[in-house]
């Protein structure tokens, strides 16, 4: 991590913001995709990296299930 190392809660924090203001989830639901995105960092990828990384790396899967 580039400043300093994060707590959990400081790392989901973040991430969930990251979910808020990008990607337009609910405040229960960016916390809900931070944990997992908490838990899948570690077990996929060992230490933790940027929490911001993190939500972009996930949203960056999503598509648009809407009609078109």
Do not use: F, H, N
């Amino acid at each position: 991590m580039s400043e300093q190392t994060l707590t959990k809660a400081e790392w989901i924090d973040r991430c969930a913001k990251r979910y808020r203001d990008v990607g337009g989830l609910s405040e229960d639901l960016a916390k809900s995709a931070a944990e997992v995105a908490y838990e899948v960092e570690d077990e996929d990828w060992g230490p933790r990296g940027d929490p911001e990384e993190a939500a972009d790396e996930d949203m960056s899967c999503w598509d648009d299930d809407g009609d078109q």
